[in-house]
Structure formats: structure tokens, C-alpha cells
């Protein structure tokens, strides 16, 4: 799998689910990444992927309004955004358990 089949892969699965069955896709999707012997790279950002799965569905949400108008996949620079907000939050909640 390249990264163009991973993003049109990942656009699929944030559109129509909510926190938890993204959680769970994007686990499966990582999980076939290694039985593929897929890269590195695209097994880590997965694993990222899920970590995150609150934002991942938010931005799912913001490409179903987005795909209604042209069918264009979720961006590397989405992802990247999605994963530093997430961390951001996870961070945050840890501090304030703490």
C-alpha cells in the first residue's frame, strides 16, 4: 500500500464512523499494514492515527462537507494536524488527572 491508497483508505473509514469505530478501523487498518508488511512509516502514523480517534472523527466530519462539493482524499498535512492536536489533548488530560 503507498501513501495515496493509505489516505483514500483512511478518508473512507473517518467518513462514516463515529470515535469509537474509528478507533477500531483504523486498528484493523494497522493491523493488515503489518500482515502486508507494509512500510514503517505508514504502520506508525496508523498507530497514531488511532490514538487520536477524537479528532479523526471530527475531521471526518469536516470532509463530508468538504467530499459533497469534490471527491478529494484526506491530506498528509490534515493528518499531521489531527495527531498534534490529539497529542495536545491527551496531554491535557493527563495534566489535569494529575
Known sequence: MNEAEFRAFVTRLILCGNRNSVRYSITELMNILIQEDAEDYLIE????????????????????????????????AELGKAIREGRE??????????
Open 45 to 76: 502514523l496508523a498507530k497514531e492515527l488511532a490514538e487520536v480517534d477524537l479528532e479523526m472523527a471530527e475531521l471526518g466530519k469536516q470532509l463530508q462537507k468538504r467530499i459533497d462539493m469534490n471527491q478529494e482524499d484526506v491530506t498528509m
Open 89 to 98: 489533548r491527551i496531554r491535557r488530560e493527563a495534566e489535569f488527572r494529575c
